[in-house]
């Protein structure tokens, strides 16, 4: 992506064309107030529709952001809030959230290389824009409160972030330009995977009149796929049990995951029998997705032991790292979601995969299931060993 720094601060104009989502980025369109049902109808906004589509579908194909999008360069600083704006209404229409989330990692990651790029001063004026304390002080040296380094800190997981390895000093935190940089992208994520409140009639008319748009969206969040082979079976995530619907829904929502949680995910569509694309699919909203890392990470737990795979961990495991959502998730906008699940409280139930096949799923069977997982993720101890181990579960 190409970014060059800039050598002089912005004027607003030009501050809210490359910083849409900021407070007051409206006043861009001065006096000419455009309703949300003119953005979607009249043909003088027939650009702005070209431009934001774009930024939609491109998210939605790298959320990671490493691709220019060309339109969007050539575009001016109205047009650049417009299609900006018309990409929330279209997100915020569309009938999941996994699209926004997925777009919000997006437009966070291409920020993120402009202000690695740009001067301290222009970077402190967008975080203190979205309501962040952050201060230049000695060289390129940025400083934070340190309840707001800890508020956007907490979702990334590089050890790099921890506050034990911050200079911290009377309350503030101090980082170089770069690791500001990558905090105030977090923020911007946070921002913009909130979706718009659109009434009732306002949402059905977008999904009306933006069908094309919100149809190429959704293939392109393909429905989770089974492998082929031998023992191969429907994957069927309605079936799956609270812990694994409730992970799937936080990457997807581009929030953090345990380690414990990501392993247990992986290891449970594989032994479910998602094929390889499919598991990694899985993390691709994750806050810190990179490809190859989970690439390497999916195919080393999946791989194990001549393909069976490490075993995912037992309920009892989940429960003690705060995975188990057996009582309901209130956070979840499916009812099914929020409400306490029956069949977690069998007594009889110890594994997820069991859940997945009293409810109808097949696990795929393996001759040999490797290790059972009673840890945080490959490399732990075995647990207790199980011949066949999901002829029981
Ligand atoms: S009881 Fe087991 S299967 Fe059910 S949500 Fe908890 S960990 Fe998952």
């Known amino acids: 992506m190409a970014v060059h720094r800039a050598s002089a601060p912005l ?50 194909d790298d959320p990671r952001a490493t691709r220019d999008i060309a339109e969007l360069e050539r575009a001016g600083p109205e047009e650049r809030y417009l299609s900006f704006l018309f990409a929330q209404i279209v997100l915020a229409a569309a009938p999941s959230s996994a699209a926004l989330r997925r777009w919000a990692v997006a437009e966070a990651k291409r920020t993120y290389a402009r202000l690695a790029a740009v001067p301290a001063e222009e970077l402190t004026e967008v975080a203190g824009r ?46 170089g330009r770069i690791r500001a940089a990558r905090l105030v992208q977090e923020a911007i994520r946070l921002r913009l995977a909130v979706p718009l409140p659109l009434a009732d009639d306002v949402r059905e008319r977008v999904r009306q009149q933006e069908a094309d748009l919100l149809r190429r969206l959704a293939e392109r969040s393909p429905a989770p796929v089974a492998r082929g082979g031998p023992g191969a079976a429907a994957l069927r995530p309605e079936l799956f049990p609270p812990c694994i619907r409730k992970m799937r829904r936080m990457l997807q929502a581009g929030e953090n995951l345990s380690h414990a949680g990501r392993f247990a995910l992986a290891a449970f569509l594989h032994r479910a029998g ?104 490959p490399g ?11 002829d029981r579960r």
């Open 11 to 60: 004027d607003a104009r030009s501050l809210f064309a490359e910083y849409p989502f900021l407070p007051g980025a409206e006043g861009l369109l001065g006096s000419d107030a455009v309703s949300i049902r003119g953005l979607l109808d009249e043909p003088a906004y027939a650009r702005p529709r070209a431009i934001g589509a774009a930024r939609v579908l491109a998210a939605a």
């Open 130 to 175: 979205l309501g962040f304390g952050a201060a230049v002080v000695a060289g390129d040296r940025i400083e934070l409160p340190l309840v707001d380094y800890l508020r956007l800190s907490v979702p990334i997981r590089e050890a790099d972030f921890r506050l034990s390895r911050q200079e911290v000093s009377g309350g503030s935190v101090r980082v």
């Open 274 to 377: 998602a094929d390889f694309e499919t598991i990694v699919d899985a993390y691709r909203g994750a806050p810190d997705f990179d490809e190859s890392i989970t690439r390497y990470q999916v195919e080393h737990i999946t791989h194990h032991d001549g393909g069976a795979g490490y075993t995912p961990p037992e309920c009892d495991t989940l429960r003690s790292h705060g995975l188990c959502f057996r009582d309901g998730d209130p956070t979840s906008d499916r009812p099914a979601d929020r409400q306490r699940d029956e069949l977690c409280y069998r007594p009889d139930l110890r594994h997820p995969l069991q859940y997945y096949r009293w409810r109808g799923g097949r696990v795929v069977v393996t001759d040999d299931p490797g290790p059972t997982s009673r840890g945080a993720g």
């Open 380 to 390: 732990t101890p075995a647990g207790p060993g199980r011949s066949r181990s999901t």
